[in-house]
């Protein structure tokens, strides 16, 4: 629960992947919370090739788990998840050393800030106020955030401007805040939708 994740059922990674149009135009994909790596695993059902593939987590179990289930599935040892935080990253670096077409794509924590600290938690980005809420807004719960709201805000600074995309199972109020975002901070990004999916008929 410290991570906030939750393993996604295969089916519904691999109906996720199903939407995502010119999948295999992208240099790398990168499932940057992957968990023990199911949508690295839906991506592999869909023939792109491992050497484009690429996932990272915090949690060193679940990064032992998902490239033994990814070498099982491609039949050979492969290290295709790392141990890496998210919330460590230096994207600026990130940036200099990547000018490929990116897609970034998964199911990132569904959890919130305060749920965390509750939990006693360090798994947290740096505290900002980056709602930029002002006075007793800023000290009150209008500043709780989903923690996959300030990831996704990271990737979509990121993406801005280039050729790269995103895609994640996320909740629809994150995903509206999202877009909201994008709008305030004129951020570059060509197309932006929503698909809805009924989480308790995950067979769609």
Not at 115 to 132: A, I, M, T
Not at 174 to 194: E, G, T
Request: with cysteine; proline share 3%.
């Amino acid at each position: 629960m410290e991570f906030g994740d939750f393993q996604t059922p295969l089916i519904l990674a691999q109906k996720i992947i199903s939407k995502i149009v010119n999948l295999d135009d992208y240099e790398k994909i990168i499932e940057p919370t992957c968990g023990i790596g199911t949508f690295i695993i839906a991506c592999l059902t869909q023939n792109i090739n491992k050497s484009k593939i690429e996932g990272w987590e915090i949690n060193p179990n679940h990064v032992t788990s998902a490239n033994q289930i990814i070498s099982n599935t491609v039949n050979e040892k492969v290290e295709i998840v790392k141990e890496q935080d998210f919330f460590e990253i230096d994207w600026v670096n990130f940036k200099k050393e990547n000018s490929n077409k990116i897609l970034f794509l998964g199911n990132p924590p569904w959890i919130t800030n305060s749920e965390l600290s509750k939990l006693f938690s360090n798994n947290l980005p740096d505290k900002c106020n980056f709602q930029k809420f002002k006075g007793i807004e800023a000290l009150t719960g209008k500043s709780n955030f989903d923690i996959s709201e300030w990831m996704i805000i990271q990737l979509l600074e990121y993406i801005s401007g280039s050729s790269s995309a995103i895609a994640f199972l996320i909740k629809t109020s994150v995903a509206r805040k999202l877009f909201k975002y994008i709008n305030d901070n004129q951020l570059l990004v060509s197309s932006i939708s929503i698909n809805l999916i009924d989480a308790k008929n995950i067979s769609m």
